[in-house]
């Protein structure tokens, strides 16, 4: 059974920094991993995603802000962000697509930008 078990989350001040962190748990090749976020009323959107090789990808409104890594030995995808905005408010879900198994997502973490 394929488990995503994210962390990291919380209530951050504008302009601070959170590390998200997702860990997928079993024996298989994971191919690309990302990030998406999601507010109420609106879609989920991508935020950053990573190949096995190390390509990324990001939206405008990370770029330059946010940095997704990953450490394939531990199947983990990590993304900084520094800088954060009220606006960046929202459920943080990591995703995954195993190669011959499909897509996966996690369960979401909460993360708050306020004073």
């Known amino acids: 059974q394929v488990q995503f078990v994210e962390s990291g989350g919380g209530l951050v001040q504008p302009g601070g920094s959170l590390r998200l962190s997702c860990e997928a748990s079993?024996?298989?090749?994971?191919?690309?991993m990302a990030w998406y976020r999601q507010t109420p009323g609106k879609q989920r959107e991508l935020v950053a995603q990573i190949t096995t090789r190390g390509t990324t990808d990001y939206s405008a409104s990370a770029r330059g802000r946010f940095t997704i890594s990953r450490d394939n030995g531990k199947n983990t995808v990590y993304l900084q962000m520094d800088s954060l905005k009220p606006e960046d408010t929202a459920v943080y879900y990591c995703w995954g697509w195993i190669v011959g198994r499909g897509t996966y997502w996690g369960q979401g973490t909460q993360v708050t930008v306020s004073s």
């Open positions: 079993g024996n298989f090749d994971m191919s690309v």
